[in-house]
C-alpha cells in the first residue's frame, strides 16, 4: 500500500461528511416519521377523501392527491407510502 493513500483517506471522509445533500436525507425521513405519528397525513386523506366523496373513484383521487402532496413535503418515497398505506387502510375497509 501507498503512504499517499493512508493520507488521503481523512480529506476524503470529511469531504463526504461536509456533503449538505447526504445530510438532507434523515432530516426527511425524520420528517415522515412525524407525519405519520402525529396523524396529520390520516388527517389530510380524511379532508381529502370528503372533497372528492361524490365523484365516482374519488378515494383513488384522494389517495393520489395526498400521496403528491405527502411525497413532495417529505421528499423521501418510502416514508409517503408507509404515510399513505397506514392512513388509507381504514378507507379501503370502510368502502368494501
Not at 499517499?4 to 436525507?25: K, S, W, Y
Not at 416519521?33 to 383513488?60: C, H, K, N, W, Y
Request: charged share 15%; glycine share 10%.
Amino acid at each position: 500500500m501507498h503512504p499517499q493513500l493512508l493520507q488521503a483517506l481523512p480529506e476524503r471522509v470529511f469531504g463526504i461528511m461536509h456533503n449538505d445533500t447526504l445530510l438532507a436525507i434523515p432530516f426527511f425521513t425524520f420528517m415522515g416519521l412525524i407525519l405519520e405519528r402525529s396523524g396529520m397525513a390520516e388527517d389530510l386523506l380524511e379532508t381529502i377523501g370528503q372533497m372528492f366523496g361524490p365523484v365516482r373513484g374519488g378515494l383513488a383521487y384522494a389517495v393520489v392527491f395526498v400521496g403528491a402532496l405527502l411525497t413532495a413535503t417529505t421528499g423521501v418515497v418510502a416514508a409517503s407510502v408507509i404515510s399513505m398505506v397506514t392512513g388509507a387502510r381504514r378507507y379501503l375497509r370502510a368502502s368494501e
